[in-house]
C-alpha cells in the first residue's frame, strides 16, 4: 500500500507536523474557486430543475480535487483534457464559466466554444478515451521541446476501461509530461468502488506503467495540491508521468437524472460530510485568525453574484440555428453534404 | 519517370511529405526498423530519425488516441493499424473522437490525422488481416474513407490525406502492393478527394468498385469484350467524400451496372451505390443492378477464400446476365 498523503485534517487542524503547500493568501483563492464550483452546482442544479439547463454533473464534495489539481497548473503553458466533472478547474484555465453556462443552456453554438488560446480540451464522455489523447498531446509538445504539462482527468469508474490502461502504459513509453488525476469519488453512477477493482489502491497501478503513483486525501486541498503541484513539476523536469489517486466522494447525484437514494447507504453520506472540503479549510482559517463569519459571508456572496452575472450573461448567448447540424462536420462541407444542409433548410423554412 | 508499384508509391508519398514537413510523423506496429510487415515505411526511420518513425506499444486504440493528441499539439501523424480488421480495437477513437472532435469544439480543434490501413483478401493471411470493414467508417461522420486502386493514385491520394486538415482513413489494397508498376513521379502531386475515375470506357454495362476489385473489374472488362460485351469501369476512389456526379453519369450512359466489393453483401458500400443509383439515375436504368461480393459470413481461412471473394468470374457472370436482361 502507498502510504496516502493528507495535510489538512476534517477539523481544520494541520497533520502532524504536517506544513501547508499553499500561502494563506493562495489558500483563500482556492476556498473561493472551491465555493464557487459549490454554488455553480446549486444553481445548475435548480435551473435543471425548473427545465432551464441540460443534464447536470455536479462536483459536490470533490471541490478539493478539481482545484488543488488545477491550481498546479500554468494556463499560459500548460493543459487540461477534462473527463466532465471539472467545471471550475477549466474556469480557473481561462474557459470563461459564461460560455461553460451557456453549453449547459443549450446555446450550444461557436459563441460557447473553447477561446482560442485557451489549453483547454472539450469535456469527454466516453469515459477514459481522454487518456490516449491527454498522452498524444503530451508526447506532441514534448517533441516540440515546450515546457509544457498536460493534466488529465478519470474517475474509479473509468479507470476500468481499456483505454487507461493504453493510455497510461503509452505515456510511461514515451516518458510523456502527463499527470494522470484519478478522482475516485467512490461511485461509477450506481456501481461502487469495490466492484470496479480488486486493486487495494488505484495508485498501485502506476508501478505497472514504470511511473510512480500517489494517494491523496481527496477532500484536503492543500495535499491534493501538494501532489499535483510534484507531479507537474517532475513532468516539467523530464521525468514523466504520475497517476495521482484522490480519495474523495460524490457528495450527490451522478448526475440530474440520477437518484442515490436507491443504492446509497445514507450513512456513507454522512460520513463524508463530516469530512467535507470546504468546511475543513474554512475552520482552519478561523483557527488561524485569518477568517470569520463576516469574512465568509461576503466572499460567498460575491462568489454568488460572480455565478448569477455569468448565468445572465449566458442566458444572451445566440441559440441554436438548423444549419448549424453542418458546422465543423469537415474543414469544407462535401457535396453531397451540401445538398442534405439545402434539404433540411428548405423543409425548416416550408415548417 | 520512375516506375513504382502501390507499396514503393505510399513509401515515397510518406518520405517526400516527411521531407517537406517537419510536423509529420509515422508512429504504429513494427514501422521502425522492420518498415512495417509489408515495408511500407521502409527507410524512413534511417531518413527521418526515432522521434518521427515511432513503434509504439501494441495497442490499436492508443495508436489512435494519440494521434488525436499529437494532432492537437501541432503535429501532423500519420498512424499505421497493421490491418484495418485490427482497428476492432480502436474503433472508438476513429468515428466517436477523431471523426467528431472538430463538431464536440465547435471548431476550436481539428485532427489532421491519416490513418493508414491496408485490407484485403487473395494474400492468404488468417482472418482479421483481410476484414474489408469500409463501410463502418462511412457511418462516422468526420472521418474521410479513401480506397486507392493503383499505384499512381496511392501516391496522390496519400499526400491529399496527409496535407487534408480532416482525419482520412486511408485503406491500402495488400493484394495489389506488388503486382506490378506504373508511372508514379518523384515529387508531390496529389489526386483530390471526391472525384472518381472512369478507368476503362464502355458502352453497355458499368462496373463500380473500388481498391483491390477495381482491378478484378478491369480483368472482368477484357474477358466481356472478348464476348462481345463494352464494360465501363468506374473507381470510386474515395467513398467519403462520394463523386454522386461520375457515377450516376457513367451509369446512365450504359443504363446497366454492377457494383463490386470485397466486403459482405448486406449493409455494404454497395448498398449505398445502388440506393443513389436507384434515387439518381431511375429513369436511365434498364436492367436491375447487381451487386457480386462476398458472402454474409465470417471471413473464412486461406483455402476457402477463392469461393467467398468477388472473383473475375462471378464479376463476368453477373455483368452477362445484366447485359442480357
Known sequence: ?351 | MTQRNVLEAINSALDEEMSADPRVMVLGLDVGKLGGVFRATSGLLEKHGANRVVDTPLAEASIIGASLGLAISGMVPVAEIQFLGFTAQAFHQIGPQLGRYRARSRGRFHCQVTVRAPFGGGISSPEFHSDAVEAQFVQSPGIKVVMPSNAYDAKGLLIEAIRDPDPVLYCEPDRLYRLGRMEVPDGAYTVPFGKAAVVRDGDDITLVAWSAAVETCLIAAERLADEGISAAVVDLRTLVPLDVETLVGAVAKTGRCVVVHEAPLSAGFGAEVVATLASEAFYDLDAPIARVTSYDVPYPAAPLERWYLPTVERVVAAARRTARQ
Not at chain 1, 485557451?118 to 489523447?133: F, G, S
Not at chain 1, 499535483?228 to 523530464?238: D, I, M
Not at chain 1, 445514507?266 to 463576516?294: C, F, Y
Open chain 1, 1 to 351: 500500500m502507498t502510504a496516502r498523503l493528507s495535510i489538512l485534517a476534517p477539523d481544520g487542524k494541520l497533520a502532524n507536523g504536517a506544513k501547508p503547500s499553499l500561502s494563506d493568501e493562495a489558500l483563500v483563492e482556492a476556498l473561493r474557486w472551491m465555493l464557487m464550483s459549490r454554488i455553480y452546482d446549486e444553481r445548475a442544479t435548480a435551473l435543471q430543475r425548473q427545465g432551464l439547463y441540460g443534464v447536470y454533473s455536479p462536483a459536490l464534495g470533490q471541490e478539493a480535487s478539481v482545484v488543488g489539481s488545477s491550481m498546479a497548473l500554468d494556463p499560459a503553458r500548460d493543459w487540461i483534457v477534462p473527463q466532465y466533472r471539472e467545471l471550475i478547474a477549466l474556469v480557473r484555465h481561462g474557459y470563461p464559466l459564461e460560455r461553460l453556462a451557456a453549453i449547459g443552456m443549450g446555446r450550444v453554438t461557436e459563441t460557447a466554444r473553447i477561446p482560442d488560446g485557451v489549453n483547454v480540451l472539450p469535456n469527454q464522455v466516453a469515459l477514459a478515451t481522454q487518456l490516449p489523447h491527454a498522452a498524444g498531446l503530451a508526447w506532441g509538445l514534448k517533441l516540440q521541446k515546450k515546457d509544457s504539462v498536460v493534466m488529465t482527468y478519470v474517475g474509479d469508474g473509468g479507470s476500468s476501461e481499456g483505454d487507461f490502461h493504453e493510455g497510461l502504459n503509452l505515456a510511461g513509453v514515451q516518458k510523456a509530461p502527463v499527470v494522470f488525476f484519478l478522482s475516485n469519488n467512490q461511485w461509477a453512477i450506481s456501481t461502487p468502488r469495490r466492484v470496479q477493482s480488486a486493486t487495494p489502491s488505484f495508485a498501485l497501478r502506476a508501478a505497472g506503467y514504470g511511473f510512480p503513483g500517489v494517494e491523496v486525501d481527496g477532500n484536503d486541498v492543500l495535499a491534493v495540491y501538494a501532489a499535483a503541484s510534484e507531479a507537474v513539476e517532475r513532468a516539467r523536469a523530464g521525468g514523466g508521468p504520475t497517476l495521482i489517486e484522490s480519495i474523495t466522494y460524490r457528495m450527490s447525484f451522478h448526475n440530474t437524472t440520477d437518484n442515490p437514494s436507491l443504492y446509497e447507504d445514507p450513512k456513507d453520506r454522512a460520513e463524508a460530510s463530516r469530512r467535507d472540503p470546504i468546511d475543513r479549510v474554512v475552520k482552519h482559517l478561523k483557527q488561524r485568525g485569518l477568517w470569520d463569519d463576516e469574512l465568509d459571508k461576503g466572499m460567498r456572496a460575491s462568489v454568488r453574484a460572480e455565478v448569477d452575472a455569468a448565468l445572465d450573461k449566458a442566458a444572451t448567448f445566440p441559440t441554436v440555428t438548423p444549419s448549424q447540424l453542418f458546422d465543423n462536420v469537415y474543414s469544407e462541407l462535401p457535396k453531397r453534404l451540401l445538398r442534405q444542409r439545402e434539404e433540411l433548410l428548405g423543409e425548416t423554412r416550408e415548417t
